[in-house]
């Protein structure tokens, strides 16, 4: 056993150490004259494991099989919860399509357990455990996606000439593709050193973009706190505070069991081109906003009774929405600087300190983001921040703005879409 290493070194060409150990493997198979069925000795597999790069979680035995499990479960109920929301909102015809993406986000973290729960079983199903690796870090970044876009309509909901402007736009499309483009370099750069045998000077060139990528998501998570921040440091410009903002008004709570009625968004659409006419189809839309817009004497009489309906029985706010946007995107925020700080040490297997131990990432990639989505679900986010559907052109034109109904029997489709009030 003790001759092992140099045969290995001398047939792989001196490759660097922790390379390769996807095809260390069958190499160290055949060193040894193993059939198939047999099973490589332990002492050779400690060895081979101690001289892999430290993992966040590092590498599972037998342990992490019940935690695993655990929150493998856990986000498959979060999934669950996300998926009626969003359903019991399309019933509504309240579409929020980011619920979908909790959703899916919570489908990749659990997938992601699950992998780990076989991985844990066989530490040489090497492809398993790559794949669960990956797995594991990509919710991060979409989380941390998820966020901003929240972080996007607070602006919006501040600014909404400026935050529906093509610039800014582009802008945020643009930081989501370099986002993409950093994904698929973390994906790459940690997973070749597993699959292939590397020079030192390649090795390490591989572990350096994964450092700088790490560093780029801690950046990442924090910006949607940045985002909001700047949305209250820069002042709503002239015309923000002149346009003509078109908000879901018939949202009347945030409270977690609370469903806006069937039908409400397009009644809703047609109470507001009642009232602005052509002027709708320049209007911003944006998230809540409050009451001040729907307060005035010559609004429709159904605006007027809702709007007393609403200030009569609940407080609608955003100071939460904020909170809610800061300490999510800060939990994230946390694990991915673990993950960062780790990834410096530059330590393996047999080296690694207390960061690596599994029961750090179960805490942050598994309670803490667990936490976040039950946050999610119970702060209400696909009310808070739902932004209505853009107002269609031929409702535009077919609806004479001069002729304000009293009732909802004087509007078309009145039947189909019950009042409001």
């Known amino acids: 056993m003790s001759s092992l290493p140099s045969l290995i070194n001398s047939l792989t060409n001196n490759a660097a150490k922790g390379t390769g150990i996807v095809k260390l493997v069958g190499i160290a198979k055949n060193a040894l004259h193993l059939q198939s069925n047999q099973q490589i000795p332990d002492a050779l597999i400690l060895y081979l494991k101690d001289q892999q790069q430290s993992q966040f979680g590092s590498y599972p035995d037998h342990k992490d099989v019940a935690p695993s499990s655990v929150f493998t479960a856990v986000f498959f109920l979060l999934m669950l919860g996300h998926l009626f929301v ?5 019933t509504r015809g309240h ?5 979908l993406g909790f959703a899916a986000y919570c489908l990749i973290r659990l997938l992601g357990f699950a992998l780990r729960i076989a ?6 199903r090497l492809h398993t455990g790559i794949a669960s690796e990956v797995l594991l870090v990509l919710p991060t970044v979409f989380l941390a996606s998820l966020n901003l876009v929240l972080a996007q309509r607070l602006f919006t909901w501040r600014h909404p000439v400026g935050g529906n402007q093509r610039f800014f736009q582009i802008a945020m499309m643009t930081i989501y593709s370099i986002v993409v483009a950093v994904v698929i370099m973390t994906i790459v750069a940690g997973v070749v050193p597993y699959l292939y045998f590397l020079s030192q000077s390649h090795y390490d060139m591989c572990r350096n973009v994964v450092k700088v990528t790490s560093v780029l998501i801690c950046f990442y998570s924090l910006l949607a706190i940045l985002l909001v921040l700047s949305a209250f440091l820069i002042p709503p410009s002239s015309r923000d505070r002149k346009a003509t903002v078109f908000q879901p008004f018939w949202i009347t709570s945030f409270a977690p069991t609370y ?5 409400a968004a397009e009644e809703g659409q047609y109470l507001f081109v009642q009232r602005h006419g052509e002027l709708s189809k320049y209007s911003e839309r944006t998230i809540l906003k409050g009451g001040d817009l729907y307060s005035m004497a010559d609004e429709p009489s159904q605006l007027n009774q809702f709007e007393a309906q609403r ?3 609940y407080s609608i706010k955003h100071n939460n929405s904020i909170l809610l946007v800061a300490l999510t995107s800060a939990c994230v925020f946390i694990g991915a600087i673990f993950r960062c700080v780790l990834l410096f040490f530059d330590t393996t297997y047999a080296t690694q300190g207390w960061l690596a131990k599994p029961v750090v990432m179960y805490m942050l990639w598994g309670f803490l983001e667990a936490v976040v989505n039950l946050l999610y679900l119970f702060g209400r986010v696909d009310l808070r921040f739902y932004r209505p559907d853009k107002i269609p052109d031929k409702l535009i034109t077919a609806t004479d703005s001069t002729v304000v109904p009293n009732s909802s029997e004087d509007k078309p489709g009145a039947q189909a879409s019950p009042s409001l009030v």
């Not at 579409?95 to 619920?99: A, I, N, R």
């Not at 991985?119 to 040489?124: F, G, N």
């Open 259 to 263: 469903y806006a009625p069937r039908g």
């Open 119 to 124: 991985w844990a079983k066989d530490i040489l």
């Open 86 to 90: 969003f359903i019991k909102n399309k």
């Open 311 to 313: 200030e009569a029985k």
């Open 95 to 99: 579409w929020f399509p980011l619920s």
